[in-house]
């Protein structure tokens, strides 16, 4: 007997039928003698339906009040879902944030998970009761709803899992886990079945959609076992692995995974914008002074790369910015008075392309053999970071496809 | 200055438009002056479409449940309402049922109001700020949301008139007051600028729609002055009587109202089904062995007519009870066995006509002329009950305008 918990999206509870199967799943679970707490999201549709009613209402509207109507949408969800279960015979009521309670910091709109007191919860699961949880929601130190922001309900899962000490948290999505690179661009890509959270951490930064960044990094944090898997499977029919473990990836602690792989998997991420700043003298403070005012705009600066002046006075800085930042991080620049350039280049027709793995920590020539490569097939780097697992390149977007083929086989992440 | 509670039902806020407008209505108390509190119901059609998702998740489903779904509807339209009148630089914030808190018993899904804690809102009220109050929900003793039932708003404006001491509660309604009768039947109905909330009590639950009977039971017991008046009226222009009041009625204590008529209105209500049992054995204990099975099965008898029996041994029992249930009563009076009577004779084509007024109290011959004046028509008398102020007839409904019509201009009501 295991203690879980069941996340699942928008487009898993879209409709009563799909709450049907969700409640399915979460059935057999129970059935199998687990202790269950779900975490939904809104109906498909519901929150984009709220926003948009907030921002007819008003552009400028007040985050608090954008809170109580738009965490109605998993009020819904879970009230139904709870309903469906009891239909099912099976124990069940619903939570909301406030009821539990889930508390949050200030933030409303965005807000992060401050404390959540699981005594409630782990009572009710101890006496058989199903919980089930608005995802999204918690409250804030005012008494008002509060919001996590997008994709805040992987967020809520996690944070749950931890609060209650449950074994696992199942994501259920529209995958079956966590792949080598993006099976679009590579058939070849192979499902991974473990992956650290250090890893997943670095893809879903990357551009891999299938978990938000915070969730992983609280799911790090608090060494919460999460594992991603398929919500579209028939509930009573489940896949299994040869060792009898469901069908998916586990997101756990390195030391839970005994082959650990050089390379991981390949990311790969198209939101990107470059900026280049020509001649910018080359004086201590001159970093500060760039990167000061984009970081006051709340603009998230990634690569960054500034080559050693070569007569002493002037040097190049580029870096990128997501490119839904792209027109405002050029203004920032060019309305900033403390530090003088040349001219200013950028390019939004550019990828950056990371190569992931915990075992690049312990293995020379990873980098190197990556460059070679891309060289070999007439790739032109733009720019380069590197992390202790991770190398990422920045390119023109038209080779994406290729650089990720090339570098997917370059480290035999084709092969099982 | 005085403070207000201002109520709009679902067709007031079915729109952003309809919000804007509720707004104006709003702002322009504000600016007069007033500690306004706003009590809001679901956006038009919400509701519905909530309690058909719980209907489609189970036939049985908990009322816990359910009212954590359809409770949802009023938390977006108070949200929605809120930032509308921010956005027109009116100082205003939500609130839910349970943060003011609204207490209600445990009666989910049909709650009654037990307490209201008005300490917060009168705090907040006192600064200048609107409350946006979600209506028709609270909380009950489990902490978990409750609703109040359809039609709860109106019960919520008056309750939450009564815990913050308004001087007035105002429910904003697509009729501009309540009249003398049915203005379709009988165009020359008028306008009562004043009704006792005795007389309110018999229209409202006689089948006048246009307030809830439990709202004006509230306001009797808490003596909240209730004010029907328009929604549809443009903001900036509301129309005003000669002596400056806004145009509408006020619901109040008989006290206030200087000239008392002697007959208010004349009421009407088609949803009645007549049950007559023929030859029912005339001994003690009886009438409870027919009307408790009834009672039992939560079906709400209204009129009641047992005559004194001729022959000692047999007496005939007629009752009416509401339309819905009609079918539910035959059975529950046919499968008795604690009773036997000769034959179950019914009507549903009846209509109940009521002739209201506090002045009965104190004047004789109302009753009598009634009587008279529909013997005139024609119209046969199936049935009849009194109260100290109200005078109840059963008809066939085909006659029912003529008798509306007929007694409209008996108590001279066409007459301004």
């Known amino acids: 007997m295991a203690r879980l918990v069941m996340k699942f999206g928008g487009t898993s509870v879209a409709d009563l039928d799909r709450i049907r199967n969700v409640a399915a799943h979460v ?7 687990h202790e269950v707490a779900v975490v939904v ?6 929150t984009n339906e709220l926003v948009a009613l907030c921002r007819g209402a008003s552009v400028l509207h007040d985050a608090r009040e954008y809170d109580a109507v738009v965490a109605s949408g998993e009020q819904v969800t879970s009230g139904l879902l709870a309903i469906v279960l009891q239909d099912m015979g099976v124990n069940a009521r619903s939570w909301q944030g406030w009821q539990i309670a889930i508390r949050t910091d200030a933030a409303h709109g965005a807000a992060r998970i401050a404390e959540i007191d699981g005594a409630l919860l782990v009572e009710r699961l101890q ?4 919980a089930v949880i608005a995802g ?4 804030a130190p005012d008494n008002r709803i509060s919001t996590l922001g997008r994709g805040g309900s992987d967020t809520s899962a996690v944070a749950v899992a931890a609060a209650i000490k449950a074994d696992r948290c199942d994501i259920y999505t529209d995958v079956d886990g966590v792949y080598t690179t993006d099976p679009r661009i590579v058939p070849k890509a192979r499902r991974l079945d473990k992956v650290s959270f250090e890893e997943m951490l670095e893809m879903a930064s990357l551009g891999s959609k299938v978990l938000q960044v915070r969730s992983v990094e609280l799911a790090m944090v608090h060494g919460v076992r999460t594992f991603v898997r398929s919500s579209f499977e028939a509930p009573d029919s489940v896949r299994v692995m040869p060792n009898g473990d469901p069908y998916g990836t586990l997101i756990c602690d390195e030391e ?3 082959e650990q792989q050089v390379v991981t998997g390949i990311a790969y991420s198209k939101d990107e914008a470059q900026i280049s700043l020509r001649r910018v003298a080359d004086k201590p403070g001159v970093a500060a002074a760039v990167f000061g005012p984009l970081a006051e705009a709340n603009i998230n600066v990634d690569m960054i790369v500034q080559n050693i002046s070569s007569d002493g ?9 997501p490119l839904a930042d792209y027109e405002r991080a050029v203004s920032v620049v060019k309305s900033s008075d403390s530090f003088e ?16 793995g915990m075992g690049m920590r312990s293995h020379a020539g990873v980098a190197a053999a990556a460059f070679k490569a891309l060289a070999e097939k007439s790739i032109n780097i733009r720019a380069i970071t590197t992390s202790e697992i991770k190398i990422s390149v920045l390119i023109d977007a038209a080779y994406t496809e290729l650089a990720v083929r090339t570098l997917h086989s370059l480290y035999e992440l084709d092969k099982a």
């Open 27 to 33: 059935k057999r679970e129970v059935t199998a003698g």
């Open 41 to 46: 999201s809104a109906m498909s549709g519901k």
């Open 127 to 130: 006496m058989g009761q199903v």
């Open 136 to 139: 999204f929601q918690g409250i």
């Open 256 to 258: 839970e995974i005994v």
């Open 313 to 321: 006075k002037f040097t190049d800085i580029t870096f990128t910015v």
């Open 341 to 356: 350039f040349e001219s200013l280049e950028s390019a939004t027709d550019v990828c950056k392309v990371s190569v992931i």
